[in-house]
């Protein structure tokens, strides 16, 4: 299957990264997978417009300074956070593609990608990732969710503290980009 990515300059990209057959790693690694971005960030400039992590992926929406380089930025990501978090999938549940690369059974190789083309659609896709969470039966209020960049919207009053909880739930529920 060949995957074509757009890349449009000065573009904000929206991610799912997965763990290897649906596998809780996230969380339990949180500090690792902090230092995972803060380390990459170093080598590629990129600014993280909103992420939420959950047991087995990751919602991130990025604006890195190269568009070019967001494919190197995912890998590097992942390959940091492989490197540091030891062996998640015991090596006898391995596919044999898996075991003949030597991989570790963390991340499913590929991931999901969207190209933000307006500023309303970065809206709808920070509100989606922001509910995800909930919808994924975490939680019942987002702000109950810590993994997330929710509370640091709310800091910048982007969000009220009860977002999703109401009425929002309206406008948010039937989104769906998974």
Same mark, same amino acid.
């Given at each position: 299957m060949n995957c074509r990515r757009a890349f449009v300059p000065n573009g904000?990209?929206?991610?799912? #990264?997965?763990? +290897?057959?649906?596998?809780? %790693?996230f969380i339990e690694n949180i500090e690792i997978l902090?230092?995972?971005?803060?380390?990459?960030?170093?080598l590629y400039k990129?600014?993280?417009i909103a992420i939420c992590v959950l047991p087995d992926h990751i919602h991130?929406?990025?604006h890195p300074k190269d568009i070019?380089?967001?494919?190197k930025?995912?890998?590097? #990501?992942?390959? +940091?956070?492989?490197?540091? %978090?030891?062996?998640?999938?015991?090596?006898?549940?391995l596919k044999i593609g898996y075991k003949n690369k030597r991989e570790k059974g963390i991340f499913q190789r590929r991931?999901?990608?969207h190209t933000i083309v307006s500023e309303e659609?970065?809206?709808?896709?920070?509100n989606y990732i922001h509910y995800n969470p909930v919808k994924h039966g975490l939680v019942d209020n987002v702000r109950d969710w810590k993994y997330s960049s929710f509370h640091k919207f709310v800091k910048e009053g982007l969000y009220e503290n009860n977002w999703g909880c109401f009425e929002d739930i309206k406008n948010i529920k039937d989104l769906d980009f998974e």
């Open positions: 904000y990209v929206h991610i799912i #990264i997965t763990s +290897y057959e649906r596998k809780s %790693v902090r230092t995972s971005f803060k380390n990459v960030q170093k990129f600014e993280i991130l929406i990025f070019n380089n967001y494919p930025i995912i890998s590097s #990501i992942k390959h +940091y956070f492989s490197r540091n %978090v030891g062996q998640v999938c015991p090596t006898y549940n991931y999901w990608e659609e970065l809206k709808n896709q920070i």
